[in-house]
């Protein structure tokens, strides 16, 4: 089975610099998808950006990039000029290209933004 | 397009108690899901459905029963409620095809007395 390990169950960050979250996974295979999500106090879970484990191009959306390294079965998110909205906890999650789509999730990290 | 929605927002029961949580997705999804969030945990798969007429057990089914009523509706139910089934329950959707992402409800908050 599966697993997903964020090792970082709480992180901070100054307004406007850059932190990054890191996030390991465990899996015997060679293709599946991997996601991080946001979730805000409000706990509406987002997802924030999403990576194929067959491209080897790091995902961007705008602010967040991830830094895959396929081989350590790493998958980290970086946030680029850190503003107040972005603090929330962010959950990794590991999903198999085969079958039905169910995600395996990481404990998670509480990102705080300080002004 | 109201995506997925939840029902209740919030729940309260006494140990031994049954309930049932509903869902709906307006977004014409094939799969469905329901997870539970605790604590230091990140969230877990209790059941799924990946079409209609189809149920499955995930990581952490014992104590649940789930329902596929139509393709829009996917219900959890607790027959009998204990203190451990304390959590937020989250509902989510997709399509069943490759990349697509989930889309998630806003949650049950249940507390088991």
């Known amino acids: 089975a599966q697993t997903v390990t964020q090792s970082q169950p709480e992180m901070s960050v100054q307004e406007a610099e850059t932190v990054t979250l890191s996030c390991t996974y465990d899996?015997?295979?060679?293709?599946?998808?991997l996601f991080w999500y946001k979730q805000p106090p409000s706990r509406q879970m987002i997802l924030v950006i999403r990576q194929e484990a067959y491209k080897q191009q790091n995902a961007t959306e705008n602010r967040f990039s991830v830094n895959f390294q396929k081989a350590a079965k790493s998958f980290s998110l970086k946030i680029s000029d850190s503003q107040l909205g972005d603090a929330a906890m962010y959950f990794c999650a590991y999903r198999t290209i085969q079958g039905a789509q169910k995600l395996v999730f990481g404990q998670g990290t509480r990102l705080t933004i300080n002004p | 397009n109201a995506g997925v929605t939840q029902t209740p927002k919030f729940q309260v029961l006494k140990t031994g108690q049954s309930m049932t949580l509903q869902c709906a997705q307006d977004m014409n999804h094939n799969s469905m899901y329901w997870y539970r969030q605790d604590p230091g945990m990140g969230l877990r798969l209790i059941y799924y459905?990946?079409?209609?007429?189809?149920?499955d057990k995930g990581e952490v089914p014992n104590g649940y029963n789930v329902s596929r009523l139509n393709k829009r509706e996917f219900s959890l139910r607790l027959e009998s409620a204990a203190p451990s089934q304390t959590s937020v329950y989250f509902c989510?959707?997709?399509?069943?095809?490759?990349?697509?992402?989930?889309?998630f409800g806003p949650g049950t908050r249940l507390t088991v007395l």
């Open positions: 459905s990946a079409s209609e007429g189809t149920t």
């Open positions: 989510a959707s997709s399509e069943t095809v490759t990349y697509n992402e989930q889309f």
């Open positions: 899996t015997s295979e060679s293709d599946y998808y």
